[in-house]
Structures are given as structure tokens and as C-alpha cells.
């Protein structure tokens, strides 16, 4: 696994700059979500860029971000950063993982966002978490993570067999971890979406994983590219299995590789009843869900929610 020290990134830009070439991207976000703007589909940007309701939720997110800090401390000799850390008996450069994007593949120019977010996850060892939303097979795009260890973020379906095949498929591919997400049963009222009455998925965008899969395949009992209709009508029938305490078990017994929840915003939540074989969880909801009256993330954790 490639382990760099991010900060010397910068260098190359000022090093290019001495032979007079400027970076051909936007230094600040604003800057990069103004390019995004310009870039990108105006149904794409929606589903990226919009969040439920009055999209509160999601500006409280960012200004409590804007609440934590870093304090340095001196003194210490820090030629050198150490910003490793062992997690689920990988070592990995950062404590940083590159969140699941279901639409990431149609954010690229050429229409493989997946491959390309997989090719920076091995140039840079920061993991690619996966989304079962993908334009490219998770096949394809485990094959892209070099020395760098992948996870797939999994959207139960309600057909086990169709989870189970989706877990050894990603086992198989070589994946390092299986996270399953909690949320996005129901999506949020999505203003922007609801306006342009779209939503990718239904219009047959991301679906590779599930028209690359046998059980998926057999259930639909056609080519998937003969009937889109069909195809799209039976992801829809299949997405999204809410699960309780009691499918863990299930889902633990699916796999060896590490398995990771996503969504749990609770504290009762991950006090509730043991772990029972999940390994780790991640707190932030998903997009898609995006309520619109959640708390921050910042604030979700007690005693907020003992007051
Ligand atoms: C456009 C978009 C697509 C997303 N797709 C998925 C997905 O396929 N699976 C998933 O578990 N989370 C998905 N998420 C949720 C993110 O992984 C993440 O949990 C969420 O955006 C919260 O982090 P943030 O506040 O930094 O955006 C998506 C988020 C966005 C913005």
C-alpha cells in the first residue's frame, strides 16, 4: 500500500509553478463545487447537491464541522506526520475512508466515476468504500485498488439470496470489509429531485451490481438490457430490506470479512443489545435519506440526547 505524506501534495503544485503551469483545478471547494456546477448534468448535480426539505440538515452539518478543531502540539520533532491506524487489523495512512456515492460513476466525464474514485484510492491509500450503486460491476472496480484496501458498502436486498450473492461477489473481488448501510429505506422529500422528477436509479443509471448478478439475472429470468423497464421494476422490488437486530446474525454468518453498520446516529442504538458480530459502525446518515430533521452529527452523541 502506497503511504504518503498528504501534505507534500502541495509541493508538486509549487513545483509546477516554477516551470510556469498553474493547477487546472480549483484550489477551494467553492471553487470546485462552482466547476461541479458548470460540469456536471443538471439531474446529476440535483442528486448530488440537494438534500430533503430545506436542505437544514445538511447546512447544520457543515457548520458543525466547522466547530471541531485541530490543536497542534510543539515541541515534538514532527518532521515526520504519523497518521496511520489500525482498523479492523489493517493499517491504513489516514483515518480518513472515502465514503459510499452511489451516483460517483456518472459524476466522471467518461461515465466511470467508480473506477476513477478506485484509481485515487490506490494512488493515494485512502480506502474507496464501495457503493452496491454503481455504474461499473464491484468486480471492475476492486480490480482498480492496487496495494489499497477496498470495502463495499452493502443496501440489503429483500431477497437473501441476492444479498448473500452480492457479500461473496464482493468477498471474492477481494474487498477487505462489508458495510452495510441502515438508512435509505425511504428517501427523503427531496425537493430538487421531486422537481425534476428524477431519481437515477429508476431511470436505470447505477444498477450494474445487481444486472452483473446471477440471482439477479435468474430472477428477472431475461437479459437485463432487453427490458430496462423490467429490469429497473425488479431493483425496485428488491432494494431495500430495513433490517432489525435479529438479521445481524444472518448477515454476520455471510461472511468472514469484517462487518461495519452505517447510519447509527443513536447512542441507545450502539448501547442496544451488543454488538452481536458487527465490528465497527459509521455514524453519518446517508444522503439520500438526508432528514430533514436530524441532528448534526456533531450533536448526536450524548449528553445532547440525555438532556
Ligand atoms: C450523492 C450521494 C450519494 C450517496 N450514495 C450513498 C450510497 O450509495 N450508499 C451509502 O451508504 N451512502 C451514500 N451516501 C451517503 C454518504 O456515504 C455519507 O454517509 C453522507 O453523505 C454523509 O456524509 P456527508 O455529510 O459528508 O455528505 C451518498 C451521499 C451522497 C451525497
Redesign the pocket.
Known amino acids: 500500500m502506497t503511504s504518503p505524506s498528504f501534505g507534500d501534495y502541495q509541493l508538486e503544485i509549487y513545483g509546477a509553478g516554477l516551470h510556469g503551469v498553474l493547477p487546472s483545478f480549483p484550489m477551494a471547494f467553492a471553487g470546485l463545487e462552482a466547476r461541479a456546477g458548470q460540469a456536471l448534468p443538471p439531474s446529476v448535480l440535483s442528486?448530488?447537491a440537494g438534500g430533503a426539505g430545506r436542505e437544514h440538515t445538511q447546512r447544520a452539518?457543515v457548520s458543525a464541522f466547522g466547530r471541531w478543531g485541530l490543536i497542534p502540539r510543539m515541541f515534538v520533532g514532527a518532521a515526520r506526520r504519523a497518521m496511520a491506524v489500525n482498523l479492523f487489523g489493517m493499517t491504513l495512512p489516514s483515518p480518513l475512508l472515502m465514503?459510499?456515492?452511489?451516483?460517483i460513476g456518472l459524476c466522471a466525464q467518461d461515465g466511470h466515476g467508480d473506477l476513477a474514485t478506485a484509481a485515487a484510492a490506490a494512488r493515494t491509500g485512502v480506502p474507496m468504500i464501495a457503493?452496491?450503486?454503481s455504474v461499473d460491476p464491484l468486480e471492475d472496480v476492486a480490480a482498480r485498488f492496487g496495494g489499497t484496501p477496498g470495502f463495499f458498502?452493502l443496501?440489503t436486498p429483500t431477497d437473501r439470496d441476492l444479498a448473500a450473492s452480492l457479500v461473496s461477489r464482493a468477498e471474492a473481488a477481494g474487498f477487505r470489509g462489508i458495510v452495510v448501510?441502515l438508512d435509505t429505506w425511504v428517501t427523503g422529500w427531496r425537493p430538487r429531485d421531486l422537481a425534476a422528477s428524477n431519481f437515477p436509479q429508476l431511470r436505470g443509471h447505477c444498477l450494474a451490481n445487481y444486472t452483473s448478478d446471477p440471482v439477479f439475472r435468474a430472477l428477472l429470468g431475461q437479459d437485463p438490457s432487453a427490458d430496462l423497464a423490467a429490469t429497473v421494476a425488479l431493483f425496485a422490488r428488491l432494494f431495500g430490506q430495513p433490517l432489525t437486530w435479529d438479521d445481524l446474525p444472518w448477515l454476520r454468518s455471510l461472511t468472514t470479512l469484517p462487518l461495519l453498520v452505517?447510519g447509527i446516529c443513536h447512542p441507545t442504538t450502539r448501547a442496544g443489545p451488543g454488538t452481536r458480530g458487527w465490528t465497527g459502525s459509521t455514524a453519518?446518515?446517508?444522503?439520500?435519506a438526508r432528514p430533514t430533521a436530524a441532528c448534526p452529527r456533531s450533536t448526536a452523541s450524548p449528553p445532547w440526547w440525555t438532556r
Request: no cysteine.
Open positions: 442528486y448530488v452539518n465514503a459510499p456515492i452511489g451516483v457503493s452496491t450503486l458498502q443496501y448501510t452505517k453519518p446518515p446517508t444522503a439520500a
